[in-house]
């Protein structure tokens, strides 16, 4: 580390002592016993330290070591080879269209960003975005959460975090965290879903427009008497839209319930009605 100064202009100058201190509030020592002539100085600095600052203060002396005093002192950053430190995952969410990641913030003064990466694991010949990518990068702030909505369904996520500090040092990535997203959910309407008492056949009729969307697997109807617990009463195909039953109960409300299940292995809608079961006598 190299410093300079403006050179005094007496004509008994006779040098200059160069003193050095580790932070604002110690004393000033000097660098070497001896006074130098010119007006700068070369010195080396143990960058083991933690502090990240060095102060250092210029005194100069004339042929009779008369002294001036201090110097303003000279403020400079001390070289960092120190990486941040490392931060960790305590914690993620898996919900529908979104991961959220949380973790151990970072409180490093010389902190400068916090780098988010993240890359897919293959699940067939055509993924592409298998390389890591930084998804977000966190400049100069002091963030501990992210939530990720560019994640698609039912894919393994790998995800990092890497901190640079001023100085350009990198932490340690993270121990990589691997989530799987689940199918996200579609919402599929059922729709005109009715109940009517045959007087006749003395059945409850229910009926519904038959939903369109190619990935519905099976529709099931549950039913749920008073006092009971709900059941499936029927399991249908996707394009069926009536259905009869005739309850043992008469004079009473059921509960009927109409869900799409998906092709991927999950329920994407409901809808339900209540009809008291009356039939005259």
């Not at 269209?97 to 990466?117: C, F, M, P, Q, R």
Request: aromatic share 12%; glycine share 2%.
């Amino acid at each position: 580390m190299r410093i300079k100064w403006d050179a005094n202009s007496e004509r008994d100058m006779q040098g200059y002592y160069v003193f050095m201190a580790n932070d604002s509030a110690s004393a000033p020592v000097r660098r070497i016993k001896e006074f130098i002539t010119q007006n700068a100085f070369t010195d080396s600095v143990d960058v083991t330290l933690l502090n990240h600052k060095i102060y250092y203060y210029v005194l100069a002396i004339d042929r009779r070591f008369n002294h001036s005093s201090y110097s303003k002192v000279l403020v400079l950053k001390r070289p960092d080879i120190t990486p941040p430190t490392q931060v960790a995952f305590n914690d993620y969410t898996v919900d529908d269209h979104k991961v959220t990641l949380k973790w151990g913030e970072n409180i490093d003064e010389d902190l400068a960003s916090t780098l988010l990466y993240r890359r897919s694991v293959p699940t067939s010949a055509v993924d592409s975005d298998t390389a890591w990518t930084v998804i977000a990068d966190f400049k100069k702030r002091r963030v501990n959460t992210f939530t990720d909505t560019t994640v698609q369904e039912k894919r393994i996520y790998v995800y990092v975090l890497m901190c640079v500090d001023e100085a350009g040092n990198q932490a340690e990535p993270t121990k990589p965290l691997v989530i799987e997203t689940p199918f996200f959910v579609r919402k599929i309407n059922i729709a005109d879903f009715k109940a009517t008492i045959d007087q006749t056949t003395k059945q409850i009729v229910l009926n519904w427009q038959a939903p369109t969307d190619p990935g519905i697997d099976k529709l099931y109807i549950f039913r749920q008497a008073p006092g009971d617990k709900l059941s499936v009463l029927r399991e249908l195909s996707p394009t069926e839209s009536t259905l009869s039953d005739r309850p043992e109960t008469e004079n009473v409300p059921y509960r009927y319930v109409i869900k799409t299940m998906m092709k991927d292995g999950y329920y994407a809608s409901t809808n339900e009605l209540t009809i008291s079961y009356t039939i005259p006598k």
